[in-house]
């Protein structure tokens, strides 16, 4: 498979070219408050759901300033992000539904979930939510010691949680969980596969996750193996993207099948079948082909498919039918 480079970062991805997570000073709670009170401290709010809040009448982050985090939140913990354009950021999480409503008011904003407003607000912005959103999520999730029982207490600036047990004291680590997700290719056709519950004609790559002591090239051999029967050689790695919805990475790769015979195993999948870069083309134009949507790296992976195989764009394609489709509808 050609190594050509991505057009752009994927979604959520590329988050370190701009922000440094200063990891190696989380510890130093003195500093950290200095930074916390500091007049240059942005912080983004989240709610139970993992939504955020949005200028209401444009798409970008709704931050609060320090005084704003005080006068509305008063002593809410913050979880220290990182650094980005010389400014300290953090997160808040208001559990609260109630108080987290009457926020919108408070701040004149709007909340959204990272699914609608990944693919609106500007990747810096769409970054630093997607990772907000990734540890406020472990956090809610990891309150008591998986050990013993007792209940945690978060430390290293809310990147850690450690057992209040003296006679356990086990820290705890944000976790993340490996999936893969793959272009398998065969003889200029792409396997795509789709589930019962998905958008009618909707079709993606196929993906899965990690098992215990499994490399990530025989995840992927396995999990297509498992959902469409198509055995595969070769696997290549492509890139990946951060997905916490509520706590994956992506690892995307590009495939060579060994065996192209699609006989569905684990009923994972509705249907499963080969397309060429013509009847994607031809799906689209008639809607019977419904890709990703552009926020996943499904998309990316289809996308970066179809330019290396018919100099095709995927996101001028996609424009097109759906200008075509309802320029007919107002007929």
């Known amino acids: 498979m050609d190594s050509t480079p991505l057009p752009r970062p994927n979604t959520f991805a590329g988050l370190s070219l701009i922000l440094d997570r200063v990891a190696e000073r989380r510890d130093e709670t003195a500093w950290v408050n200095a930074q916390a009170a500091s007049a240059d401290a942005r912080y983004i709010l989240l709610d139970a759901l993992g939504e955020t809040y949005l200028q209401h009448d444009r798409e970008t982050l709704r931050w609060l300033d320090a005084r704003e985090r005080e006068d509305l939140l008063g002593d809410l913990k913050a979880s220290l992000l990182g ?17 987290a409503a009457a926020l919108e008011t408070q701040l004149g904003a709007r909340r959204a979930g990272l ?3 990944g693919l609106h607000l500007p990747a810096d912005e769409a970054g630093l939510f997607a990772y907000a959103k990734g540890l406020a999520h472990w956090q809610r999730e990891t309150q008591f010691c998986a050990r013993c029982g007792a209940p945690l207490v978060l430390v290293a600036a809310g990147h850690r949680a450690q057992c209040t047990n ?7 680590f944000p976790r993340t969980d490996a999936a893969i997700i793959v272009l398998v290719e065969h003889e200029g056709a792409c396997l795509l596969g789709r589930q019962a519950g998905w958008p009618e ?9 990690v098992e215990p002591g499994e490399a990530l090239e025989d995840a ?11 055995v595969v050689g070769d696997v290549h790695y492509h890139s990946s993207q951060p997905w916490p919805l509520p706590a994956s990475l992506m690892v995307g790769f590009f495939a060579k099948a ?17 397309f060429t870069p013509q009847q994607i083309v031809d799906g689209l134009a008639d809607g019977s082909f419904l890709p990703s949507p552009p926020l996943s790296v499904s998309y990316r992976l289809l996308s970066h498919w179809l330019h290396l195989r018919a100099g095709l764009d995927l996101d ?16």
């Open 220 to 230: 992927v051999r396995r999990e297509v193996a498992e959902e469409s029967g198509v």
């Open 316 to 331: 001028t394609l996609s424009k097109e039918a759906r200008q075509a489709r309802k320029t007919t509808a107002q007929r």
């Open 201 to 209: 004609g909707r079709y993606s790559t196929l993906a899965g996750f």
């Open 258 to 274: 060994i065996s192209p015979a699609i006989r569905l195993r684990d009923d994972e999948l509705e249907d499963a079948r080969w």
């Open 166 to 172: 003296t006679g356990c004291g086990r820290l705890h």
């Open 83 to 99: 650094f980005a354009d010389e400014r300290p950021h953090f997160m808040l999480s208001v559990d609260d539904s109630d108080r």
């Open 115 to 117: 699914r609608d407003a």
